[in-house]
């Protein structure tokens, strides 16, 4: 342990800590130095205890002045000022407790201990306890101490705090090593330890490496992906829109009464028109996940466009055996993409269908807070409490694709299409207890 300058101290353990603080109380105290302790309030009671068990009675010290005991969190409250250290603030509480201390003590060196930087950095402001280490310089200017800052290493575990902590170590006079690394007086052994250290060290940076390559590698293929989504769903666009417009063809030059042939012609109509939506979902996906989705607000009425999507899903419905019960409040009026609007009242509803199977799908459009809320619930399977964040994930679903069609985007496009009108989706389900879903849009 350094007895002079500005040391850090990082460590690991509080154990560790404790000793460290110990030792350097316990060589103060020898020396009749001046020493004050500003620290927590376990701290301070655990740093007397480690020097009881050494035999070290600090009531003579306490009684002569020689001790001063402060806490940290009330020496912060004295000097932080908007998050940060204030200068005046720091000389006065700081600078004036050593200037009390050392006029008392003309001859004795002033030894400091302080664990504010730790506690600061513990609150997530590192900015504040590296403005507090310019501070304590500052002072070193006017004041002769010698001073004691301890560091957890748990503040700096991330790759980010690399620079932060360059810069503590930069704002000390000496720095000493967690007790991973211990200060043996056999030099062979100090340099073993070293090299050890230098290779975790260099197997970590090129862990890090390998994991950026990796996610470099992961975009490429998720953009890959992307792009081929894409053509893929251009390209699909044409043949589907010419296949369509062929059985539309049919149907209208085909005999009334030919009703099987009119019946297979529907039949296959619905399957290029499912084939079509899925194909749209796909470009939606690839557009979103780039940020381009892009919005052509109008003045609609919601209860207005959920009846007339209802009415188109009509078919659907009457497939799926669910009978729809539509009820709402006739004014609630706002600035909404129609198109985008009908793809998520649309895609709530073939959910409801393809999960409610056999049972009422009920409606609702009301106007709540400010808001206006699309509320759509099914009786059917109900989604796991462990899902029902996991839904709204790209090609996510709660049940399996042998069961279920679809990509799983439906609640996905759902939740974009909510937040890019600043709104937002929620889902409140039971088990075997249906679903309900809940989206929420600003009004006008």
Known sequence: ???????????????????????????????????????????????LSALAARGVDVAPALSAGLLHMLDAREVL????????????????????????????????????????????WQQGNGAGAERLEELWNQLAELHSFSLLCTYHMANFRSESHGEAFSRVCASHSHVLPAETYSPHEDSEVRFRQVSMLQQRANALENEVEEHKRTEAALRDALRMRDDFLTIASHELRTPLTALNLQLQSLTSSLAADDRETLERLHRSSAQVKKLAGLVEQLLDVTSMRAGR?????????????????????????????????????????????????????????????????GKPVDVRVSAERGKAVLWVRDHGLGIQAVDQERIFGRFERAVSTRNYGGFGLGLWIVQEIARAHGGTVQVHSVPSQGAAFTVELPLL
């Not at 002079?4 to 000793?19: A, P, R």
């Not at 007339?308 to 409040?329: F, I, P, Q, W, Y």
Request: charged share 20%.
């Open 293 to 357: 989705l892009s919005l052509a607000p109008e003045r609609m009425n919601l209860l207005d466009a959920v009846r007339e999507t209802v009415d188109n899903l009509s078919d659907a419905g009457t497939r799926s055996g669910s009978a729809v019960t539509l009820e709402g409040d006739t004014n609630v009026v706002g600035h909404w993409d129609p198109t985008r609007i009908d793809q998520v009242i649309s895609n709530l509803l073939v959910n409801a269908f393809k999960y409610g199977r």
């Open 1 to 47: 342990m350094q007895d002079h300058g500005h040391v850090v101290q990082f460590y690991e353990g509080e154990e560790f800590l404790c000793d460290v603080v110990a030792e350097f109380m316990m060589t103060g105290l020898r020396l009749c130095e001046p020493i004050i302790v500003v620290a927590s309030d376990t701290h301070r009671r655990d740093f």
């Open 77 to 120: 409250d004295c000097i932080m000022v908007d998050g940060l250290p204030d200068a005046a603030a720091f000389r006065s509480v700081v600078g004036g407790l050593l200037t009390k201390i050392g006029s008392s003590h003309p001859h004795g060196r002033v030894r400091a201990y302080g664990e504010l930087v730790n506690v600061l």
